[in-house]
């Protein structure tokens, strides 16, 4: 069974489209992530939520948005798609505390034309 | 939030050990080390974690010196698999903050 996974693998899109990524994990985890790693391997958090907190980075654009059904779930939602948001956005999960590994999904390749 | 700071690339040859190191100067008392591996196209996989001395797992051993201002990520005899990018990161232990730096791409080499 596979623990974290992302849909769809692909998503090519234009500018100014609004598009959804889907997580789910079934691990048992409290607290999932969104990651975003760019052209140039730079993997960077976007978010992390658990059932009491959502942290935001700062630098993220209210442009992303994510949205959690139940523990098991957290998409990631984007509005009014740019260019600059190409990328692969990786979801993951872990027990929550900071000190336990993350696991991850295979990620989504998003394109943006 | 400590961040850190590894080599862009290392080339090895199989068989042969390696090891990446990591600095981490603004590390903080509670915070954890930890490494990860990513093959192209996939998600980063965890590989050891450690607070202080040496770790040894069944991939990989950490050995994070007294002042924790380093660590270094020791690969025995490694394989072509083994090609891949590792990240060094500190954990913090409260909001769920991880910094995943550059990371490291390694090449081993027939």
């Known amino acids: 069974d596979t623990a974290v996974s992302q849909t769809p693998k692909y998503l090519v899109t234009q500018m100014g489209n609004d598009k959804s990524i889907k997580c789910e994990q079934n691990?048992?985890?409290?607290?999932m992530y969104w990651y975003k790693q760019d052209s140039k391997k730079f993997l960077k958090i976007m978010f992390s939520?658990?059932?009491?907190?959502?942290?935001i980075n700062e630098t993220v654009p209210n442009r992303f948005s994510p949205k959690s059904p139940d523990k098991a779930h957290l998409n990631l939602h984007i509005n009014s798609l740019e260019l600059g948001d190409s990328a692969v956005y990786f979801c993951?999960?872990?027990?929550?505390?900071?000190?336990?590994?993350?696991?991850f999904g295979p990620g989504t390749r998003l394109t943006v034309t | 939030l400590a961040k850190t700071t590894q080599p862009i690339s290392m080339d090895s040859y199989e068989g042969q050990e390696v090891n990446i190191t990591c600095s981490h100067n603004?590390?903080?008392?509670?915070?954890?080390i930890t490494w990860y591996q990513q093959f192209p196209s996939q998600g980063p996989r965890f590989i050891i974690q450690?607070?202080?001395t040496k770790v040894t797992n069944e991939v990989a051993s950490l050995f994070i010196p007294a002042d924790r201002k380093s660590s270094t990520l020791s690969l025995p005899r490694v394989s072509l698999s083994d090609t891949a990018v590792y990240y060094c990161?500190?954990?913090?232990?409260?909001?769920?903050?991880?910094?995943f730096g550059t990371g490291t791409s390694l090449t081993v080499i027939p």
């Open positions: 993951a999960s872990s027990l929550s505390g900071g000190y336990y590994e993350q696991y």
């Open positions: 691990l048992g985890h409290d607290t």
């Open positions: 939520y658990n059932n009491k907190e959502l942290i």
């Open positions: 603004n590390i903080a008392t509670n915070d954890y």
């Open positions: 990161l500190v954990v913090l232990p409260t909001g769920n903050q991880f910094y």
């Open positions: 450690g607070y202080k």
